[in-house]
């Protein structure tokens, strides 16, 4: 896969959240896959399409994780990014995937597109951050 190809394959829960990133990373020239609110879309998501980065939140409700999708993602080298209120020390999830990167909630959006296009490229996508 050439550095320009591919998706940013969105997991969050909150369906508000989940679109208010889609469009931001879209609007900044990404291609984006989701966002997905569920373990089993996510993966059936990542079987269709190449994925160049996870955005993953941890907690998507009801007990669930989205650890069995950073598996998947570290599975296949694929970077991770989770946007999550949790830190390390309060989430076993995160513990357990101590190469990816954290962006806490809420975001803020330069932060978030620097964090992205420091695993991905993109630097002239930082532009529409600054609007």
Avoid at 48 to 54: D, T, W
Avoid at 107 to 125: C, H, M, N, Y
């Amino acid at each position: 896969m050439r550095p320009d190809e591919g998706e940013i394959l969105i997991v969050e829960d909150e369906t508000l959240i989940g679109f208010d990133l889609a469009d931001l990373l879209a609007d900044a020239g990404y291609k984006v896959n989701g966002p997905y609110t569920s373990v089993p879309e996510a993966l059936s998501a990542t079987e269709r399409s190449a994925v160049r980065l996870a955005i993953l939140d941890v907690n998507l409700g009801d007990g669930t994780t989205s650890e069995a999708i950073a598996r998947r993602m570290t599975e296949r080298g694929t970077p991770i990014l989770f946007v999550s209120g949790y830190t390390s020390a309060g989430s076993e999830v995160l513990r357990n995937f101590p190469e990816a990167r954290q962006v806490s909630k809420p975001w803020d959006p330069p932060e978030l597109l620097r964090t992205v296009a420091q695993f991905i490229g993109g630097k002239s996508r930082l532009a529409v951050a600054a609007r």
